[in-house]
């Protein structure tokens, strides 16, 4: 299915303030990432690197990552790679910098640009849309790349290394939060089949609703 997450760094903060801004808690349990769906490591620099398993983390709000901004230097993205999905976001004292994000598996050639790019990451732009647009889509995602490639000079991260080795601390949500993440295929299941129970039984209200009106007027 290939390889999917959401993350960010954060420079001079502590995880206790991280935790908190995010509206999750440190549970104290540790071990390697992929035992949990929302993990945090310090890296050897001191910065922390946040990780969960689900690309579109609610706890990686704009909102809440605008306030983890305040705290220092931070940058986050997302990468998903079986429908070509990915950003990068620099921020800068509670807002977006600037940012790219790409939608692949629509658009070869999407590309979401917002704030104006440093002109060194602009010019990485302008070539991998002309790669792109001269290379054609069977040739690869340039664009899906661009995003990647900007997690080692600009995040100063290793994206084979960083996002898997190491050992990482819990962070959780909260067992409601997490009972309604996990339980959402299941109430949308049920709401479907609600609906079509209250169309039916509507249908046969309108049904006898017709009946007695033909009567009254004694067509029936």
Known sequence: MGRGLAWFTVEGAELAGIANALD????????????YPLAARKLADGRWLVVSSNCDEPAFSVKKLAVISRMGNTFSGMFEEHVMASSFVAWGKGRK??????????????????GKLP?????LKNAALERQRSEGEA??????EL???????????DPNADFDDGEFEELHI??????WRRTLLWRILLAFIAGCLAFIYGMRQVGKLLDW???????H
């Open 147 to 157: 995003s990647m490639d900007l997690i080692q000079p600009q995040a100063r991260l």
């Open 24 to 35: 999750v808690k440190v549970t104290g349990r540790r071990g390697a990432r992929e035992l």
């Open 174 to 179: 909260g067992f409601w939060r997490e009972l």
């Open 119 to 123: 002109k060194d990451i602009a010019a």
């Open 139 to 144: 040739e690869g995602d340039y664009l899906y």
């Open 97 to 114: 910098a600037w940012s790219l994000k790409h939608q692949g598996d629509d658009d070869p050639l999407h590309l979401k640009i917002t």
């Open 213 to 219: 009106l033909l009567r009254l007027m004694g067509w």
